[in-house]
T-cell receptor, first 110, second 115 residues
Framework: TQLLEQSPQFLSIQEGENLTVYCNSS?????LQWYRQEPGEGPVLLVT?????EVKKLKRLTFQFGDARKDSSLHITAAQPGDTGLYLC??????????FGTGTRLTIIP | KAGVTQTPRYLIKTRGQQVTLSCSPI?????VSWYQQTPGQGLQFLFE???????NKGNFPGRFSGRQFSNSRSEMNVSTLELGDSALYLC??????????????FGPGTRLTVL
């Protein structure tokens, strides 16, 4: 069973600060996705990365896929209250089902 | 396009009862996956249906079952409910195109409370 560990599990920071969330596995992903989930809603896809070393930017969010495709990070610059939510990474191993990470609950304090 | 819809949004049952949850995928999507989300275990995969056939199955007991209809709508059934079945049940649909990374679109979930 492939496991995805996310760290930190909880993060609470002031508006305007920067932060990084990590997603790690002992197995190689064929692709990795990041989702954000807000209370009362299902997760919403933010990005998909498929190539080792790939970097994708979505406004103030920067996603990086590790060279060995075993890890990924999400960096948020100048965090805003609207960034508050549960961030989930999800890895695909071959053509199998998505495996979700343990999640990082982020709170941005105005 | 309309998103994934799930009904009901909230449900309260007692131990021993059974429950059926419904999911309507995005038009054109043939794959429907079901997940259980709890604070302690996170998001756990239940099963996936594609063209009315179960394609993948997670590590859940046989009390959890599902099916998919010809119009891709899916139902999930839990029999003999236990207190530990209280959770948010999420449905996700995707196109499952060969050779491409699968992107799942989630519904808002059904919040099940077992008393």
């Amino acid at each position: 069973t492939q496991l995805l560990e996310q760290s930190p599990q909880f993060l609470s920071i002031q508006e305007g600060e920067n932060l990084t969330v990590y997603c790690n596995s002992s197995s190689v992903f064929s692709s990795l996705q990041w989702y954000r989930q807000e209370p009362g809603e299902g997760p919403v896809l933010l990005v998909t990365v498929v190539t080792g070393g790939e970097v994708k930017k979505l406004k103030r969010l920067t996603f990086q896929f590790g060279d060995a495709r075993k890890d990924s990070s999400l960096h948020i610059t100048a965090a805003q209250p609207g960034d508050t939510g549960l961030y989930l990474c999800a890895g695909s191993f071959g053509n199998e089902k998505l495996t979700f990470g343990t999640g990082t609950r982020l709170t941005i304090i105005p | 396009k309309a998103g994934v819809t799930q009904t009901p949004r909230y449900l309260i049952k007692t131990r021993g009862q059974q429950v059926t949850l419904s999911c309507s995928p995005i038009s054109g999507h043939r794959s429907v996956s079901w997940y259980q989300q709890t604070p302690g275990q996170g998001l756990q995969f239940l099963f996936e249906y594609f063209s009315e056939t179960q394609r993948n199955k997670g590590n859940f007991p046989g009390r959890f079952s599902g099916r998919q209809f010809s119009n891709s709508r899916s139902e999930m059934n839990v029999s003999t409910l236990e207190l530990g079945d209280s959770a948010l049940y999420l449905c996700a649909s995707s196109q499952r195109l060969a050779g491409t990374t699968d992107t799942q679109y989630f519904g808002p979930g059904t919040r099940l409370t077992v008393l």
